[in-house]
């Protein structure tokens, strides 16, 4: 490690492979201050700004909202918020286009400015140093803070580590051609870089801290050494302008001579990379309270009147910055996002910007030329040459155009940076990075696919197994229950033969259920108690009738004294009103009457059948019921006349 840093004093500089020299373009826009801009009409915020999942929404439609103020918060780890750029009302929550290669909608927050801007309440911090890791690290990811040079990963996971650090890189080669974001920033915001760079080192505690910054942005050079000049640890390393020197694994190269393998992390050589933006929304969040809500945006072009560097608040639609900027209207527009090389296409300009966005390119027709026609490889290899990752392109491009996803992965696609190198250099004028990037989107979606699938596969394993264990616990339960109850049985013990006689009775019991009698041991209790098989139901049905029998023969009585009593008239019309009421009554009390019998008569068949089939030893008790119920219905019978003879 000594030996590096002697040669990074020195200036000498390791290579990577490859690499092109396109022009730079830079002059439009780097002689230019920042321009702060009016606030636009309309605020449209993605829900999702970062690599990793969308926040959970914390607003609604027509709420008013203040500056700084959270819209989402966290929904998991690799989930960062995003916040209200101004004070005003979200008057809509739907799916707008974003600023991706694809032209696809997603869900954004439409906010209009109340022209206040105000602020929520902040707390500014003096002193950081005085902060915990931990508050340090929650006040960043608060502040929704995620990797500002275009990969968008959430900086409080990157920046929570206990790995020991060898170098903290800072990256601010801004390498490629027309974007002089960073540039502007390091020149007029050096003080709070830095802070921003003293967060980081507190965080990680690196070795060393190495700066990388191209020799074409001298100002820049001397604003970060002046403001670094008393930080022994942190080294600004001028290096040859070359492209991609921006690339994670290209700076790595360029300043230790490490090459990070294939499908490992930085992290694994002991080094962690930041921007030099991401430093200074850090500093911003951690001593200022300031969210994440506006960055650096270079909008350029020879398309444009009036080129410039602009703080745009994040969610600003791009029309809006061109219209500041001199675009002409009516013209066919042919919007970039991003520079000319790792940049993309716009589908409209009413995309709005974000936290990765750092250009907005509005190129002239004889800038870009876009009537050019992909011919056939020649495999004149010069793709190869250039490639920074040492990677076959023309290769790639084949097997992306066969959907040979194995070849891909052979030919390691996803080390690929797109930096659009080889494609510059093809005379074929093969869009080489559009193959690849829509191979490793269906490469993405195939393995997304193939998780989800293999998580059902888990869960269903899981279930099959939880499902087998229960079956098998119950099993052994039922086993050791029968094997106890055996053991009890076999028992010539008291204990045991009571065992024995209850388990039958429970039989019995079962079985007389079954056939919908009243098991030996019921019937007794019953025959004990009434000298009766039939059941309680019976016994009361038949009291019931009895009573209303009973209670219709004293009303007749009742009715016949009071009809002597009374003159001759009256006794006539009531015998004419009550008779038919008489008649009635006793209809009724017949028909009860004929009902209890048929009851009485059934239960005693059933219960007869029963003790015939089931129990030879209560058939002297049937017969005994049987002479009682013969001599009951004797009596009935009798007692009917007598009512009879008595109502006539
Ligand atoms: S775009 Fe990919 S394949 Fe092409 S040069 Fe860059 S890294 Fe190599
Ligand atoms: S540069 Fe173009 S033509 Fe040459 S080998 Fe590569 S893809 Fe083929």
Redesign the pocket.
Known sequence: MKSIIERIKKGNFWKFH?GIHPPGQKFLTNEKPIRTLELPKELIIPLQQHIGQIGELLVKTGDKVLKGQKLTQFSSPMSVPVHAPTSGVVNAIKPSTIAHPSGMNALCLFITPDGEDKWQERKSCENFHQLSHQEIINKIANAGIAGMGGAGFPTNIKINTKSTINYLIINAAECEPYITADDLLMREQGSSITDGIKILDLLLQPEHILIGIEDNKPEAIKALKKATKDIEKIIVCVLPTIYPSGGEKQLIKLLTGLEVPSSKLPLNLGIVMHNIATCYAIADAVINDSPLIKRVVTITGQSLEKPQNIWALLGTPVHYLLSQCGYPTGDKKHLIMGGPMMGFSLANDNVPIVKTTNCILAPSEQEISTTTKEVDCIRCGQ?AD????Q?L?QE?QWSAKAKDYNQLNKLNLFD????????YVCPSQIP??QY?RVAKAEIRQQRMLDLQAEKAKVRFEARKLRLEKEKLARETKHKKAAEARKAVMSNKTDSGKSATSAVAAALARVKAKKLGIKSPTETNDIAESTNNPLDQKSQVAAAIARAKAKKAVSRNEIKETKSVVNDSNTVKTQDKKEAPLVNLENAEEKKLKVAVAIAKAKEKAKAKKWLETESPSFKASITLDNNQEANKEETVTKAKKQQDIEIK
């Open positions: 490859g793709c250039v490639c920074p990752s990677l392109p790639l690929c940076i797109d930096c659009g190198a080889c494609a080489l990075v690849y």
